[in-house]
T-cell receptor
Framework: RKEVEQDPGPFNVPEGATVAFNCTYS??????FFWYRQDCRKEPKLLMS?????NEDGRFTAQLNRASQYISLLIRDSKLSDSATYLC?????????????WGLGTSLAVNP | DGGITQSPKYLFRKEGQNVTLSCEQN?????MYWYRQDPGQGLRLIYY???????QKGDIAEGYSVSREKKESFPLTVTSAQKNPTAFYLC???????????????FGPGTRLTVL
């Protein structure tokens, strides 16, 4: 089992739709969780950190389910500009050093 | 503006040549990372450094070398020993600390390396 897994998609949705992605992780000791957005041929950019209580930023809502070991990202009222790849990242350790473990990403295409 | 810069944006190299990719940050971050991204394979960690004059191998360090002589700079050398160097290379940094919120990594714009 991979340490962090995402459905690669692609998710094709019409403008205005609500879409949700999940990301499962294997290490129950992980403490930090993130969603990044990556546009084609660009660097990943932080979209949201995911907190235990869940958090919302405009049309975006992130949730953490520790019992089932997954995080989710909900996008409401999808815009054309939301088309991108969404990467989840989960904290881990390399020896005593902290690192992030990355999913392969979920591709979203929002269509007019 | 604070941020991470990488240069060059595009780089072409002949087989058998070493090449060095630049990564500079003015965020006063302690930790820096190099990743490689290939289509369909996600981000793979090459090397990372938590403090000046110290660095550690990541998951795919073979054929690469780094140095960390200054806090701001973490150059990556792709050597001729790297069998398949064509890829998108991303540098990242984070503020080092003991609390979970310092795990956030911020990326430079990347260098796209092509071996001819």
């Amino acid at each position: 089992r991979k340490e962090v897994e995402q459905d690669p998609g692609p998710f094709n949705v019409p403008e205005g739709a609500t879409v949700a992605f999940n990301c499962t992780y294997s290490n129950s000791a992980s403490q930090s969780f993130f969603w990044y957005r990556q546009d084609c041929r660009k660097e990943p950019k932080l979209l949201m950190s995911v907190y235990s209580s869940g958090n919302e930023d405009g049309r975006f809502t992130a949730q953490l389910n520790r019992a089932s070991q997954y995080i989710s990202l909900l996008i409401r009222d999808s815009k054309l500009s939301d088309s991108a790849t969404y990467l989840c990242a989960v904290s881990g350790y390399a020896g005593n050093n902290r690192k992030l473990i990355w999913g392969l990403g979920t591709s979203l295409a929002v269509n007019p | 503006d604070g941020g991470i810069t990488q240069s060059p944006k595009y780089l072409f190299r002949k087989e058998g040549q070493n090449v060095t990719l630049s990564c500079e940050q003015n965020l006063n971050h302690d930790a820096m990372y190099w990743y490689r991204q290939d289509p369909g394979q996600g981000l793979r960690l090459i090397y990372y450094s938590q403090i000046v004059n110290d660095f550690q191998k990541g998951d795919i360090a073979e054929g690469y070398s780094v140095s960390r002589e200054k806090k701001e700079s973490f150059p990556l050398t792709v050597t001729s020993a790297q069998k398949n160097p064509t890829a998108f290379y991303l540098c990242a940094s984070r503020r080092r600390g003991g609390i979970e919120r310092t795990d956030t990594q911020y990326f430079g714009p990347g260098t796209r390396l092509t071996v001819l």
